[in-house]
């Protein structure tokens, strides 16, 4: 019975030191240029299965992107949640993959980068979490 136990005990602290991380949660925000608001939708509505596998290969999870109009412009915000254990290096991989700077090439000119993107050579800004309930 004692190694019963023992056993049962070991793989509970096995099973815990190998569990997943903790989600963490990362929003962002870039313009839309009008004119091609339509062609943005329009991808969006049928993404490409490859970049749809990539993000998940990438351990990005729940991405949702939302557009909201300010000022009479048009925004995108982004959320997703990450569920790896190395954010940047899954990030430098995704940024290698042919197909991602593929759909890249069709999604970057619809936007329009905030200052802050823009001084980092990025298309999206990222926001700070204020808040936050499960």
């Known amino acids: 019975m004692k190694i019963r136990s023992l056993l049962a005990c070991a793989v509970a602290i ?3 030191s ?3 991380p903790p989600p963490q ?5 870039t313009g839309l240029k009008p004119q091609k608001e339509a062609y943005y939708r329009q991808l969006h ?3 490409w299965p490859s970049i749809l596998a990539k ?3 990438c351990n990005i999870r729940n991405y949702s992107i939302y557009r909201s109009e300010i000022g009479g412009k048009a925004y995108l915000f982004s959320y997703f949640e990450y569920v790896g254990h190395d954010f940047a290096a899954d990030m430098k991989r995704m940024a290698a993959d042919p197909e991602t700077r593929r759909w890249w090439k069709e ?5 329009v980068p905030l200052p802050a993107a823009r001084k980092k050579g990025g ?3 990222d926001a700070e979490e204020v808040f936050h309930a499960d």
Do not use: Y
Request: glycine share 0%; hydrophobic share 60%.
């Open 55 to 57: 993000i998940k290969a």
């Open 123 to 125: 298309i999206w800004a």
């Open 18 to 20: 190998c569990a997943a």
């Open 45 to 47: 509505a049928a993404p």
């Open 25 to 29: 949660r990362f929003a962002s925000v």
């Open 107 to 111: 999604t970057d000119p619809c936007q």
């Open 14 to 16: 096995l099973l815990a």
